[in-house]
Structures are given as C-alpha cells and as structure tokens.
C-alpha cells in the first residue's frame, strides 16, 4: 500500500498531447519551472483536487491499487493480456485399481479438452446447424493450466455424490485453496451412473466447491469408456461450475429458465445422439432444441457448442468483481 501511495505522486499522467512528458521522467523538475511553456493542466487539477478531497484521494488510491493487482495478474498469466482469464487447475485424483490413477496424459488431454471447447477451436464445433450459428458462441476467454495432481488410493470403489468422501482427509483428498483454483476430483464409479457433479457458484462451502469426474469420463484415449470418451463430462461440469444451468432450467420440473435468451426453452434432457431438428414442447410451444449444446444430457460427440449468452453468463463469473474472481488471484 505505502509504495502505491508514493508512486501516486509520479505515475499519474493523463493523456494529454504536450511537451512536458519529462516531468516524469525528471522527477525532480520543479513544476515552477515550467511556467511560460503550455502544461497539461490534469496533473495540477488532480493534485489540487486531492489535497482538498480525503475521499478522492481514497478513490485514486483504491484505483492504483485494482490497476497494479490488474498488472500483476497479466504478469504471472493468469489472466492474458486480452484479458482471457485462465484457471488453474488441480486434480486430485483418487482411484481404487491402478486403471482408475489415470495418468498424466490422460489429465492433459481433459485440459487440452476443456481448451478447446471453451475457445469453440473444437473441430466438431462446426457440425452446428445453421439455425444455431448465429447464437453460437465462440471463444468464451477462459482457459485452463493444470497447476498440480495429487493423487491417493482408496478402498472405495462407489462413491455417492452428495457425500462428497472423496473430499475429506480421511477417505480422499482435501482441495487445494478452492477459491483460488478449480479443484477437479477423479474417483472411480458413482451411484446411479452419474459421470461427473458440479457445485454452482455460491452453494457450497468452500471446502467442497469444484468438479467431480468418474474416472472412464476424464480426458481421452486409452482407458476411457465411450459414449463418454472425449473429454466433455468435464466441459458440462465446468459449466455449471461457471453458473450455467441446464437447459430445462432444474434437475425434476422442465421448461424452466436458464437464463440465457438464446437457448430455446426445454422440457428436459436428451440422451444418446438425436437427430436434428428435434422438436419439444414448452407451454404449448413447440421449439427446434439446442441439443448439441454443451449444458444437454447427449453423448460427448453430440455436444459441441456453448451460445453466446451462456459466454457471456461464464465471463461474469470469473469477472474481476464476478463471485469466481478468485481463480484470477492465486
Ligand atoms: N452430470 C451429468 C451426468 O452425470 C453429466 C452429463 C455429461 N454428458 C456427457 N455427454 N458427458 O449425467
Ligand atoms: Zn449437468
Ligand atoms: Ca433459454
């Protein structure tokens, strides 16, 4: 904080086209000096303004303060100088044979996964009908690093989801800084056949937060189970991590909203791989489903797109004030 309040005094510089740029450069210039040549009157306005005004200098400061942490951001990468946000990413990864400790290439390949869909560089992406080209939505700017596996074995062979075992010391893994990093946790089997959970932003506690995968479902290649073998359990997951609802809006009553204008309203999931257009009614209403989206129940190959409102739904939440802001200051 001292060192942001002395370089207050130097670092301020509107814009202005002048001649006296050096008065930055030469500190010690004493603005007297300059009396007869034409000056930006910004600095002597803003100087003057906050010898008077505490609450104006509060507010200068409090802006150096956001800019530098802003800066400083950038500097370390985690968040791009076109202002992607990338997350960093720890898997904890708690397996009961050897085939469930899936190996670093396996991780890799859910990040690379997870890269592309969340950058609509996916090659399948253009598989999208053109009824929904307009809405689709490319690049979403997030990104992702693995930061850290840990890895633990366990006895456990079913985990039940709301239990959350695999997050506790004693019969998992305890997260790393959960504010700070997406935590995704890979176990072996769920009950009910559940492929992966995600807890949305502001209904957890923070011990609990991230994502949970079954370990058939993670990355791609060798070892993973097919419907469910490109990496996509996690790009749903992350979704609702980022605060995207399913289409249909809620777990048990359909045609609810989810908040985005440019998904059409859903009774409910689709499964396996439907055939465009697929039509369902809502109030009445029959709409052409979004089903190849991302926040639908249909095989992996069959989802390969977010629209532009879920983006912008996403970008809120890793935003500098968003309730996901955290993942950009570790
Ligand atoms: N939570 C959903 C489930 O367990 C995830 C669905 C993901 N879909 C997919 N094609 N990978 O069913
Ligand atoms: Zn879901
Ligand atoms: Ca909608």
Partial sequence: MKK????????FLASCNNDVNSVAEQPETQP??????????????????LSMDPAARARVNAIEEFTQ????????????????????????????????????????SQIDVLNRDYGATNSDISNTPSEFVPVKAGDTKIRFRLEKTVRKQSSTTVWTPDENKMKSASTGIVATSPDNYLNIWIVNKMTNGTLGYAYYPGTIDASLDGVVIGAPYIGTGSGTSAPFNLGRTATHEVGHY????????????????????????SPGPNYGVPSYPL????????????????????????????????RQRMQAVVSISGPRSGLRLY
Avoid at 283 to 305: E, H, L, P, T, W
Wanted: hydrophobic share 35%; proline share 3%.
């Fill in 4 to 11: 942001i309040l002395l370089g207050a005094g130097i670092l």
């Fill in 32 to 49: 007297q000096q300059l009396s007869g040549k034409r000056v930006c009157p910004s600095d002597l306005m803003r100087d003057k303004i």
């Fill in 69 to 108: 942490q802003r800066l400083s951001d950038i500097k370390v990468g985690k968040v791009l100088d076109d202002g992607t946000v990338e997350i960093p990413v720890v898997f904890n990864v708690v397996y009961n044979t050897d085939n469930e400790n899936v190996s670093d290439a396996r991780l890799q």
């Fill in 242 to 265: 980022l605060n995207l609802p399913h289409l249909w809006g809620s777990y048990d009553v359909g045609c609810q909203t989810d908040y985005s204008n440019d998904t059409p309203a």
């Fill in 279 to 310: 039509n369902r009614v809502c109030s009445g209403v029959s709409r052409s489903q979004i089903f190849m989206n991302y926040m639908d129940y249909v095989d992996d190959r069959a989802m390969i797109m977010f629209t532009t409102n879920q």
